[in-house]
């Protein structure tokens, strides 16, 4: 069982920024690593994704696509998600996610997914 521990959400104005971060194992990189969202009353949504590698490349839906960008930290086994320029819609709980496939856009589906951590913006 892969453990993924999120971190960094909570609440912000509209515009405001932050940072989010998930902390996953070494192998978890032999794959897409990715965020999903999930807002009330919707489906859950990949906002970004980065393929395997030292240098992955990067998928964005395009909701979020110029506003979040996606990264990973290789030495310490995190990824991150910085959010800038933040909208009421962005409110969500974010998940985490290990998918099956290596490269972006498509990725596979999904064969890990975190606790998530909540982003509440207000306007």
């Known amino acids: 069982q892969v453990q993924l521990a999120e971190s960094g959400g909570g609440s912000v104005q509209a515009g405001g920024s932050l940072r989010l971060f998930c902390a996953a194992p070494?192998?978890?990189?032999?794959?897409?690593m990715a965020w999903f969202r999930q807002a009330p009353g919707k489906e859950r949504e990949r906002v970004a994704a980065?393929?395997?590698?030292?240098?992955?490349?990067?998928y964005y839906a395009d909701s979020v696509r110029g506003r979040f960008t996606i990264s990973q930290d290789n030495a310490k086994n995190t990824l991150s998600l910085q959010m800038n320029s933040l909208k009421p819609e962005d409110t969500a709980m974010y998940y985490c996610?290990?998918?099956?496939?290596?490269?972006?856009?498509?990725?596979?589906?999904?064969?890990?997914w975190g606790q998530g951590t909540q982003v509440t913006v207000s306007s």
């Open positions: 980065i393929s395997s590698g030292v240098v992955g490349d990067t």
């Open positions: 070494g192998y978890a990189r032999r794959y897409c």
């Open positions: 996610a290990v998918q099956t496939g290596a490269k972006v856009p498509f990725c596979g589906g999904v064969n890990y």
